[in-house]
């Protein structure tokens, strides 16, 4: 089995592990602790392992942990926490937008990357970004509108 | 309608308590639950359907430091997983791990290694020698003449009983007299119906840790909807005192009732930790879980008798249930179809015949819904067809036949009956219908072009728990209790085992103490418990949560308010009855006053202080409560639809969905309940189906999410045209008025969309889901009627 020591950074705080080649990076992240990662399928179905790695979002399911050596990656929770949460992350409770929650962090984590590249994105930009994270519970409505209000209030109360 | 006069919390919109830990990640599941020294649990798993173990050698897996657990490790105690049934209804048939496997993906051996890594080797290094047996994968395979038995015997009523046929258990129930009432009908309709299988496909897979400690106790933390029954049956297998025991309730990543039963993995990690004397750890995989558990595949046959003038007078329905290789809970399942459907409309006589057959499937469990979603397609497309048939409106026929206010109705199984005392069916038909535009809807089969559209209605209920007026008797166990106290600084600790699986059940309980005791919301804290500081909760199963669950702490909570306001009339010299407590957003508190007298006043606050500085005790109340009824939640769905003859794609393009709960308790939660089930309800309706090859039993899917995939938000209907509306109900029978909601979202869908797919297309689609293939095929073989289909095949007698 290969191993090598690998640097990289999490919610700004920097790791150097060594990892064996075939380990993807959900793995690692949730054995470093991480469990704010979601494991819903390890085969790219779901989105609920999603991270942002320099600020866009994947499936850290099917990284190879490997890949991000030298990168910046968030999960949900370096998004922001109980005392000073992140206006999506406050969206979301606000809206009722979470049931189980187990799909949450990657929806969030989804709709981060999109705002992040589209501020001010339409309805459409909004549901294709999200139709890769899946979500027994909700039906999706309120997650939709807990981005849609992020949206207009970031743009002033103005939609595309 | 009878309503409180002022409610301070229930109705309002509150975010709820676990909000903020789910947003930031900090919510913890079984899966992410860590425990120091902990080792990696892995499961080897059968690749064949059907197949005896000639022999099992773990030797070389032992040889790598792994911990291995196999049939002979394990105590041959037979257990039925799920526990809810009453004991004579308890069909026993599973062990721990057994020396036959009857699906793939069965357990066949387990280890322990100290590394994920050394773990999946060990599993590689189980050398199984397999005695491959005949595998029966349908039903009408297992049912042939001579074909091999899936179970030789089960344990039921204490006794080894044989299986003969593959039949696993039947039921028979008849009221009134089929003969008379069909001999009595002006026109009789017999239809043939299928609904397949679906995995519940909720998001968290299966995780168990388990610790064990010196003394020969364990703890566990594992993913399930009754952290009481895990104690109970882990107890019975491994012959523990329950003491020694604790389940600790832990947050839950949905579950639509794929975690009612102990779930597989648990008494194995279990045994691993026994047996290794360490802690233990597994988490399932995606594909894993898939071979775990599935909704029951039902084909049910249904013949209806009825006057010109639409009155029903008689039915009789004859179901096949596939239970896969274990069965869970068949008895009760055939039960409830017969009792959801004779509950939808007045059926003067009526006879059911079920049989639920084993195969070498994945075992079957309760899905959402738990045979209403069959039972209302099957009666709500007939229905809709008799309708058709008499010239008559769908929504204005139903309202004359079925059953609402003042009647009887069955709920879950014969045993559980209830006379209805709240009914906001009528109101929730005019709106939705309203709303959707039900008046202007197409005449079927009279469109042409590539897209087509429809609308169909259809409607159900779930009964509010399983609860009936015997506590004796009945087939299923059903009740809850819960602790309330009142803690030194005025506020309320609301201790409950009751799991909530995401809907908001215990925000929901939570502010029916608030509101019953008298304080702000904020006063009461939501406890972290585990079974040896509960008291006994069945399930959070049957939507019973805030009605039966929410009623036992209402009852504790009643009990502690009498208790604060007794000790309060001896402080402040007044007798109790002339008190009142209520929640002062000012002062953060409850305050108890006398109206009129302003010196007989005092906080919560203060009062607790007192009672603790002069050593007069703590307030607090533990109570249990079986309901005695279990009222109806109806709800209603008009969806429309858009169908492309081109793809067979169907587009939900509106829908309104109307639930009558009762009061609702928290607006935005329970609209969420609703939105939830259209999503799985339409998924169920039209792509999804757990598929086996025919050849190995394997699964189609491979473990993959995508075949017969969930939907996702690109297939969900813009929130602009999707209309949710409550009834103006109040159960008297429920805390505060409230009843169920959560499990009846899903019910009506199945018949909803092939009612409106049959008004977009004239065709009528009696096999769930209705897939695009479905549908190209049907537009190819027919084309498109316009002559009404079924008059033809009606009997007129
Ligand atoms: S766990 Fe990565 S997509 Fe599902
Ligand atoms: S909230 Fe449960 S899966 Fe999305």
Same mark, same amino acid.
């Given at each position: 089995?290969?191993?090598?020591? &690998? ?11 060594? &990892? ?88 969030? &984590? ?15 930009? &909004? ?34 | ?41 892995? %499961? ?59 699906? =793939? ?69 008849? %009221? ?39 003394? #020969? ?62 802690? =233990? ?17 039902? *084909? ?9 003038? #639409? ?45 639920? =057959? ?94 087509? *559209? ?141 109206? #009129? ?52 794609? %169907? ?12 009061? =609702? ?133």
């Amino acid at each position: 089995m290969r191993e090598k020591a &690998i640097v990289f950074e999490v919610n700004e705080r920097q790791h150097c592990t060594t &990892i064996p080649s075939h380990r993807t990076l959900l793995e690692v992240l949730r054995a470093l602790g991480y469990v704010d990662v979601k494991c819903g399928c390890e085969k790219g179905d779901c989105g609920a392992c999603a991270v942002l790695v320099d600020g866009e979002a994947i499936d850290s399911c099917l990284t190879l942990a490997w890949t991000v050596e030298g990168r910046a990656i968030t999960t949900v929770a370096g998004l922001g926490n109980s005392n000073n949460p992140h206006p999506l992350q406050a969206a979301f409770a606000r809206n009722g937008a979470i049931q189980c929650g187990f799909c949450t962090p990657g929806v969030i &984590i989804a709709s981060e990357s999109l705002l992040r590249k589209t501020p001010n994105p339409s309805d459409d930009e &909004i549901r294709f970004a999200l139709s890769g994270n899946l979500c027994r519970c909700t039906g999706y409505t309120k997650i939709f509108e807990a981005v849609r209000e992020m949206v207009l209030t970031r743009s002033g109360g103005v939609l595309r | 309608m009878q309503t409180r006069t002022k409610l301070n919390t229930i109705g309002r919109n509150t975010h709820r308590k676990d909000g903020i830990g789910k947003v930031t990640g900090t919510e913890q599941y079984a899966s992410d639950v860590s425990v120091p020294r902990a080792w990696y649990g892995g %499961v080897l798993r059968s690749p064949h359907a059907h197949a005896r173990i000639a022999s099992i050698d773990t030797s070389a897996a032992e040889a790598l430091g792994a911990v291995c657990l196999t049939f002979a490790d394990v105590p041959r105690v037979k257990y039925n997983e799920r526990t809810n049934c009453a004991p004579p209804h308890l069909y026993r048939d599973r062990y721990v791990l057994d020396d036959t496997a009857r699906h =793939v993906g069965e357990a066949v051996a387990a280890v322990a290694a100290p590394t994920r890594a050394l773990a999946e080797k060990a599993l590689r290094a189980i050398k199984v020698e397999y005695e491959v047996l005949p595998a029966m994968l349908c039903a009408a395979d297992a049912l042939k003449d001579g074909a091999p038995k899936i179970h030789e015997t089960i344990l039921y009523r204490g006794k080894e009983t044989p299986i003969e046929h593959n039949v696993a258990v039947t039921r028979l129930i008849e %009221v009134g007299d089929i003969e008379k009432g069909f001999a009595e009908a002006d026109s009789i309709i017999e239809r043939e119906f299928e609904a397949a299988p679906v995995y519940h496909a909720q998001m968290e897979t299966k995780s168990v840790v388990c610790k064990p400690a010196v003394d #020969g106790s364990i703890t566990v933390w594992a993913t399930t909807q009754s952290i009481h029954n895990t104690r109970q049956l882990l107890a019975e297998i491994y012959g523990l005192p329950l003491h020694k025991i604790n389940v600790k309730k832990i947050a839950i990543g949905g579950t639509f009732g794929s975690s009612i039963q102990m779930n597989s993995v648990v008494p194995i990690c279990v045994g691993l930790a026994i047996k290794s004397g360490r802690p =233990v750890k597994i988490a399932t995989t995606r594909e894993e879980d898939m071979y775990d558990h599935c909704r029951y595949q039902v *084909r049910i046959t249904l013949k209806l008798g009825f006057k010109a003038d #639409g009155t029903l007078v008689a039915g009789h329905m004859k179901t096949t249930v596939e239970l896969g290789a274990h069965n869970t809970q068949g008895y009760h399942f055939l039960g409830v179809i017969a009792g959801f459907w004779v509950s939808l409309y007045k059926l003067p006589n009526m006879k059911y015949e079920g049989t639920a =057959v084993y195969t070498n499937r994945t075992p079957s469990c309760a899905m959402q819904g738990f045979g209403a979603p069959q039972a209302t397609f099957v009666t709500e497309v007939i229905m809709d067809e008799i309708a058709e048939l008499l010239g008559r409106d769908p929504v204005e026929y139903k309202l004359t036949q079925y059953r609402g206010l003042g009647d009887t109705f069955w709920g879950q199984g014969p045993t559980v009956k209830s006379i209805i005392l709240s009914d906001g069916v009528p109101e929730l038909l005019e709106v939705g219908a309203k709303k959707i535009g039900w008046d202007g809807r197409p005449v079927p089969g009279t469109q042409t072009g590539r897209f087509r *559209r429809g609308i169909g209605m259809a409607r159900s209920f779930h009964c509010s728990g399983v609860g009936q007026p015997r506590k004796t008797g009945a087939e299923m166990i059903d009740y809850s209790g819960a602790i309330v106290k009142l803690n030194e600084d005025g506020s309320i600790d609301y201790i409950q085992s009751l799991m909530d699986h995401g809907g908001g059940t215990c925000e929901a309980i939570a502010k029916l103490v608030a509101e019953e005791i008298g304080v702000p919301l904020s006063m009461v804290g939501i406890s972290d418990v585990d079974t040896n500081t509960t008291v006994y909760d069945i399930t959070t199963h049957a939507t019973r949560g805030v009605f039966a669950g929410g009623a036992a702490a209402l009852k504790a909570a009643k009990s502690v308010k009498a208790k604060i306001l007794d000790y309060a009339s001896q402080l402040l010299d007044i007798m109790s009855e002339s008190l009142v407590i209520e929640p002062s957003e000012e002062l953060g508190q409850g305050v108890i006053y006398c109206p #009129g007298y302003p010196e007989k006043r005092m906080t919560l606050g203060e009062l607790a202080k007192y009672l603790h500085v002069n050593s007069w005790g703590t307030i607090a109340a533990v109570e249990s409560l079986h309901p005695v009824t279990a009222p109806p939640a109806y709800v209603t769905y008009f969806v429309e639809v858009e169908v492309d003859t081109e793809t067979g794609v %169907v587009k939900t393009l509106a829908a309104a969905l109307g639930s009558d709960c009762g009061t =609702v308790v928290n607006p935005g939660l329970a609209a969420g309940q609703l939105t939830g089930g259209l999503s799985k309800g339409a998924g169920c309706a039209l792509i999804e189906a757990h598929q086996w090859d025919r050849q190995t039993g394997e699964l189609a899917s491979k473990g993959f999410w995508v075949d017969g995939k969930t939907l996702s938000i690109l297939e969900t209907p813009l929130l602009e045209n999707l209309h949710i509306d409550f009834a103006h109900t109040y159960e008297p029978t429920g805390p505060f008025g409230a009843k169920g909601i959560g499990e009846a979202s899903i019910n009506p869908a199945l018949a909803a969309y092939s009612n409106a797919i049959y008004n977009a297309l004239g065709i009528r689609f009696r096999e769930v889901p209705i897939t695009a293939e479905k549908i190209l095929a049907a537009l190819s073989t027919k084309k498109v009627r316009r002559t009404q289909p079924a008059q033809r095949e009606l009997v007129n007698s």
